[in-house]
């Protein structure tokens, strides 16, 4: 198998996850599974799993460090919560508008704002095709239902705000894909078990056991674990734009799937929304004439050998 086919293989496994992201997540309303207790269950399994690893390795050193307490609080416990929650108050096409979709734009905004890195030409046809998007697709579904946007709408856009800050904070501290992996699942469950267990509302038993199985394998192995692997191997394989920019389309896809998986609407507002973040978050115009770091990588070695 050749580097670059691995890479697409990693890919794969990468978007089905996050594809499958959008419907399980959406599927726990339906399976009275709250926010709360999915976020416990996650935490809890990804804890339990990497923290003996860590302990196994003589690697805990640094979970005492300022940057993964942050990255969980952020990146896990904040983005967990809004993200979930949302879930239980609209269709899975909406957090692929409104999350998925805004997180490039939101992580521009946060690297200009933290750090003082500017727009480039990209980021501004981009910010203009989603700002154009969301607004006439908000007009549309004002004029179809009287409702613009609502509560599930805000806590995806701000699930993508904690996620914009999350990335941005992730490259410049520069850690690892296990540090990073492994700090933001410990700190996540260090932050939030203790006031899950004495403050928020437990809903488990009006789950059944297969339902929690499922979703626990799903959030707290596949998402947690396996994903951030996967991604990482791809981007080794592929280069990170390439990488980046194929995982993007898992969702868009993912919410056209549960049209009829789940019985989600889809109307013309949505699918007008949809085409519009998708084209912005994918920036399709700088694939032409881009060269392939992978292609390019192999003719330096060519001309390498032939000296």
């Known amino acids: 198998m050749t580097v670059r086919t691995q890479g697409y293989l990693f890919v794969a496994i990468t978007m089905l996850i996050w594809g499958g992201f959008t419907i399980f997540s959406r599927l726990n309303a339906g399976w009275h599974i709250s ?9 809890t399994i990804g804890f339990t799993i990497l923290m003996p690893i860590l302990i196994w390795r003589r690697e805990t050193a640094f979970l005492w460090k300022k940057e993964p307490f942050i990255l969980g609080l952020l990146g896990g416990v904040a983005y967990c919560l809004t993200s979930y929650s949302a879930f239980h108050y609209v269709p899975a096409a909406h957090a692929a508008i409104f999350l998925n979709g805004c997180i490039p734009l939101c992580t521009a905004v946060a690297a200009y704002l933290l750090f003082k890195q500017p727009f480039d030409k990209h980021t501004w046809i981009s910010l203009i095709i989603m700002l154009g998007a969301i607004s006439v697709m908000s007009l549309m579904m004002y004029e179809q239902t009287h409702v613009a946007l609502s509560i599930g709408d805000g806590l995806f856009f701000l699930s993508a ?5 999350f990335t941005v904070l992730l490259k410049h501290w520069k850690l690892s894909a296990w540090q990073s992996m492994s700090g933001v699942a410990i700190w996540s469950a260090l932050i939030y078990l203790p006031i899950y267990i004495l403050f928020l509302p437990k809903h488990f038993q009006e789950a059944s056991l297969m339902h929690l199985a499922i979703q626990g394998f799903f959030h707290g192995i596949l998402v947690v674990i396996v994903a951030t692997l996967s991604y990482v191997a791809a981007i080794e394989r592929l280069g990170a734009f390439k990488t980046g920019s194929i ?17 989600e609407p889809l109307n013309t507002a949505m699918i007008f929304g949809l085409v519009g973040m998708g084209v912005g978050a994918l920036q399709p115009w700088r694939w032409f004439n881009r060269k392939d770091p992978l292609q390019q990588q192999l003719n330096a070695q060519k001309k390498t050998a032939s000296h």
């Open 161 to 165: 705000i904690w996620w914009g800050i």
């Open 35 to 43: 926010a709360w207790d999915i976020c416990a269950l996650r935490f």
């Open 247 to 263: 995982v993007t389309l898992a969702p868009f896809m993912a919410a056209l799937v549960a049209v009829p998986l789940l019985g």
